[in-house]
């Protein structure tokens, strides 16, 4: 089964949607016992950095997040579900965030490019992911972010993508796999990551 955290933000149904296309099924849920008893776990976001972590902390969230990675279980995170996961943010000041990935978010400098950064962009995948198998290097996907990650780590750096800057465009560790681009969003090839991330055992 895979658990939806439902949060209060983030496409929840785009994101059930599309599981349920490439047939997989999911379950959009606050509940911590359901969140416990999947296999797979999705964290979407949509928003202020801030805004959804006290979300997911006024929701209890925040400890089944960590525990879920750290027990093993294999765990998506999606656009601001991806940023949520590093050491903090500087998005309107300062905030701490689940610190699972050590590292910043930061803005995109300022480089004559409109901000935020919206639309396909191309992503060019390290060989040995398996949430990319199947899709072809440089594939397009979908974007929506004013913000990128900075990993401390290159080790866990999964993709990277261009906007004026090169910039780490999803990040994977283990049963952990982030993207900053939106695969419910991004037809075909998001829907084949989707599915790779369904099948992993």
């Not at 490019?113 to 440089?138: A, S, T």
Request: glycine share 8%.
């Amino acid at each position: 089964m895979i658990a939806i955290i439902d949060y209060g933000m983030g496409n929840l149904r785009s994101v059930h949607n599309a599981f349920r296309k490439v047939g997989m099924e999911s379950v959009v849920t606050s509940d911590r016992r359901v969140i416990s008893g999947a296999s797979h776990i999705v964290l979407p976001g949509v928003g202020a950095f801030s805004q959804c972590m006290d979300h997911l902390q006024a929701a209890g969230l925040t400890s089944i997040v960590s525990k879920s990675v750290q027990e093993g279980k294999h765990f998506l995170g999606i656009c601001l579900g991806l940023q949520l996961l590093f050491s903090k943010s500087e998005e309107f000041g300062e905030h701490d965030g689940l610190n699972l990935i050590s590292g910043e978010v930061k803005r995109f400098p300022e480089m004559g490019l409109k901000i935020p950064h919206i639309g396909w962009n191309q992503v060019r995948y390290q060989e040995d992911c398996p949430m990319f198998k199947e899709i072809p290097q440089d594939a397009y996907f979908y974007f929506d972010h004013s913000y990128y990650v900075a990993p401390e780590k290159d080790s866990i750096v999964a993709s990277l993508s261009d906007y004026g800057i090169r910039f780490t465009s999803s990040v994977w560790k283990e049963n952990l796999f982030a993207c900053q681009f939106h695969p419910e969003k991004s037809q075909t090839m998001g829907l084949k990551l989707l599915e790779n991330f369904g099948r992993m055992k």
